[in-house]
Nanobody
Framework: QVQLVESGGGLVQPGGSLRLSCAGSLSIFSRFLMGWYRQAPGNQRELVASITSGGSTNYADSVKGRFTISRDNAKNTVYLQMNSLKPEDTAVYYC???????????WGKGTLVTVSA
């Protein structure tokens, strides 16, 4: 059974940093498109950042220049480094693993990030 487990969330002051991690049980982790999504109360889930198997990255405009997504295929782990955090970054952050061609789409249970003074 595929599992994605996020960690690293918590409470941080505005301007602070957090690093989220997502560890996967996927034996072919390196072949997946990995993404971080977030959902704030009352809002729809939105894409924050994604990284392809080849290492190409994509970011939401709201986080460009502040967040960095990376992956370590040897550890089956994807990271989200979040700097210069703002209160509007407060949300539950979810890890996603996807292989569209094979109709494979997996989600973690999420980790809460709260940015508040």
């Amino acid at each position: 059974q595929v599992q994605l487990v996020e960690s690293g969330g918590g409470l941080v002051q505005p301007g602070g940093s957090l690093r989220l991690s997502c560890a996967g049980s996927l034996s072919i982790f390196s072949r997946f498109l990995m993404g971080w999504y977030r959902q704030a109360p009352g809002n729809q889930r939105e894409l924050v950042a994604s990284i392809t198997s080849g290492g190409s990255t994509n970011y939401a405009d709201s986080v460009k220049g502040r967040f960095t997504i990376s992956r370590d295929n040897a550890k089956n782990t994807v990271y989200l480094q979040m700097n210069s955090l703002k209160p509007e970054d407060t949300a539950v952050y979810y890890c996603n693993a996807r292989r569209v061609v094979y109709d494979m789409d997996y989600w973690g249970k999420g980790t809460l990030v709260t940015v508040s003074a």
